[in-house]
Structure formats: structure tokens, C-alpha cells
């Protein structure tokens, strides 16, 4: 891979099924820390769902708990504050990474329990992030991913970066639509930090496919004040 990052419209547009994606960086003026997080569906249960701010966490919810057919790998809550670090996953693992924090454990230890989604004959990918404030800015990013398509064994594949101004990385759980959906290759893209996150979150929600995405949380951290501004679009509403 080379070191020419874009824009998340470019990594976005034309593709209709990225699936769910994770973004972390550094704003072009290094004072901030960023994160995203989206969720797209096909299915009615997929797209039946809201993104709801609770503190420092963010927690998926059904938007019409009447159409909920299978809660397990739909509901859960993809962003958690845990002292200085913030966690950032696509299922329920954000709760595993927060118990072992909590224990003074670390992201890869607790991913290391955990595996792909058994929702044959996808296996969508685990794909998590953490950001860590402590003594500075860095993040590290991980997939769990079925290596041999048929759900019995899992690859992990993880990642640590140090923030490069103006820059972040972007994993997503699918390259694209498909049946089976193929899953996420090679390590997380480069992509362009603007300095302002509501330009970044109108960039990434508009370049999202129009009929398929359904929530998007994006997040600023001044690294010298630690004020945290975030911005939720949900497709649904509340």
C-alpha cells in the first residue's frame, strides 16, 4: 500500500455495501483526535435501528422495537469510555474489550477471546478500534476475520498506529455488496482528517449509499482540553 491517503467520499462512493466502518485519526491541525462509526443494513431488522447518546457512549437501539426479529448481533453498544481510552467496535466485543480494561488488560488480549459473527455464510468480521489518551494520542485498530469460510477457524489481524496529522485509517467489514458479502482485505486504509467534524460527518454520511446506510456517530477530542464534540445522524430519527 502506498502513503497517499483519501478522502472518505472517495473510499465511499460506488460502493454500495461497505457494511460497517470505523474511521480514527488526526485533524490536519493536530489538535484533535477523531472517530466514525457507521452502520448500513439490507435486511428489515438490519435497518431497524438508531444510534442514541448515553454520557460518553454511544448504544444501538431499535427504532420500531415491534419489527425486532433477532436482537443478538443488532443491538449492542458500539462506543464505550473506559478512563482514557475510548473503544470503538461493530458488536457486542465492545463489551469484552471494556471488561478487560477494567481489569487492567489490554484490546488485544480481550480480542483474542473473541471471533467473527456466526451469521453464516457471511461471517461478518469483528472490527474494532481504541483510542488511547494516556501520556499522548495513539490508537490501535483490529479484524477478526473466518479463515477458511466455513466458520470454524479465525484469523486476527491487529493493528497500531501512530497518528500521523491530517490522517486515519478506515476498516470496514465488507469490500462490497455480494452473496456471500466478501469480507475486508488488507490492513486499514489511509484517509484524509479535515480540522472540522461536522464537514467530516456530512462527507461520510453523504458518500454513504443512499438506500442502505442507516446511522453514522462522528467524534472530535481536543487533545489539549479534552472537550469531546460529537455529531449523530441517524436515518430513521427518534
Same mark, same amino acid.
Given at each position: 500500500?502506498?502513503?497517499?491517503?483519501?478522502?472518505?467520499?472517495?473510499?465511499?462512493?460506488?460502493?454500495?455495501?461497505?457494511?460497517? +466502518?470505523?474511521?480514527?485519526?488526526?485533524?490536519? @491541525?493536530?489538535?484533535?483526535?477523531?472517530?466514525?462509526?457507521?452502520?448500513? +443494513?439490507?435486511? %428489515?431488522?438490519?435497518?431497524?435501528?438508531?444510534?442514541? $447518546?448515553?454520557?460518553?457512549?454511544?448504544?444501538?437501539?431499535? !427504532?420500531?422495537?415491534?419489527?425486532?426479529?433477532?436482537?443478538?448481533?443488532? &443491538? !449492542?453498544?458500539?462506543?464505550?469510555?473506559?478512563?482514557?481510552?475510548?473503544?470503538?467496535?461493530?458488536?457486542?466485543?465492545?463489551?469484552?474489550?471494556?471488561?478487560?480494561? #477494567?481489569?487492567?488488560?489490554?484490546?488485544?488480549?480481550?480480542?483474542?477471546?473473541?471471533?467473527?459473527?456466526? *451469521?453464516?455464510?457471511? !461471517?461478518?468480521?469483528?472490527?474494532?478500534?481504541?483510542?488511547?489518551?494516556? *501520556?499522548?494520542?495513539?490508537? $490501535?485498530?483490529?479484524?477478526? #476475520?473466518?479463515? @477458511?469460510?466455513?466458520?470454524?477457524?479465525? @484469523?486476527?489481524?491487529?493493528?497500531?498506529?501512530?497518528?500521523?496529522?491530517?490522517?486515519?485509517?478506515?476498516?470496514?467489514? !465488507?469490500?462490497?455488496? +455480494?452473496?456471500?458479502?466478501?469480507?475486508?482485505?488488507? %490492513?486499514?486504509?489511509?484517509?484524509?482528517?479535515?480540522?472540522?467534524?461536522?464537514?467530516?460527518?456530512?462527507?461520510?454520511? %453523504?458518500?454513504? *449509499?443512499?438506500?442502505? #446506510? &442507516?446511522?453514522?456517530?462522528?467524534?472530535?477530542? @481536543?487533545?489539549?482540553?479534552?472537550?469531546?464534540?460529537?455529531?449523530?445522524?441517524?436515518?430513521?430519527? #427518534?
Amino acid at each position: 500500500m502506498g502513503y497517499e491517503a483519501k478522502t472518505m467520499r472517495s473510499a465511499l462512493t460506488g460502493n454500495s455495501y461497505p457494511g460497517r +466502518g470505523i474511521v480514527v485519526g488526526k485533524s490536519a @491541525d493536530g489538535a484533535k483526535a477523531f472517530y466514525a462509526y457507521f452502520i448500513m +443494513g439490507r435486511s %428489515e431488522n438490519s435497518r431497524n435501528r438508531i444510534f442514541v $447518546e448515553e454520557g460518553d457512549n454511544v448504544t444501538i437501539y431499535p !427504532y420500531d422495537e415491534s419489527k425486532v426479529k433477532d436482537p443478538s448481533l443488532i &443491538i !449492542y453498544s458500539p462506543v464505550k469510555r473506559v478512563g482514557q481510552d475510548v473503544i470503538v467496535t461493530n458488536g457486542d466485543q465492545t463489551d469484552t474489550v471494556e471488561q478487560y480494561l #477494567k481489569e487492567g488488560k489490554c484490546f488485544v488480549c480481550a480480542l483474542k477471546t473473541r471471533c467473527f459473527e456466526p *451469521d453464516a455464510p457471511n !461471517y461478518t468480521p469483528r472490527i474494532s478500534a481504541i483510542l488511547h489518551f494516556k *501520556d499522548g494520542f495513539s490508537y $490501535e485498530m483490529s479484524i477478526l #476475520k473466518s479463515a @477458511d469460510g466455513k466458520g470454524e477457524k479465525c @484469523d486476527r489481524f491487529n493493528f497500531a498506529f501512530e497518528p500521523v496529522d491530517g490522517e486515519g485509517r478506515f476498516i470496514h467489514t !465488507y469490500m462490497r455488496d +455480494g452473496a456471500p458479502l466478501p469480507t475486508f482485505e488488507g %490492513e486499514p486504509e489511509r484517509v484524509l482528517i479535515p480540522n472540522d467534524v461536522k464537514q467530516f460527518s456530512e462527507e461520510i454520511w %453523504e458518500s454513504l *449509499d443512499k438506500d442502505n #446506510k &442507516i446511522s453514522l456517530v462522528c467524534c472530535a477530542f @481536543d487533545l489539549a482540553t479534552g472537550e469531546m464534540q460529537r455529531i449523530v445522524t441517524n436515518k430513521y430519527g #427518534k
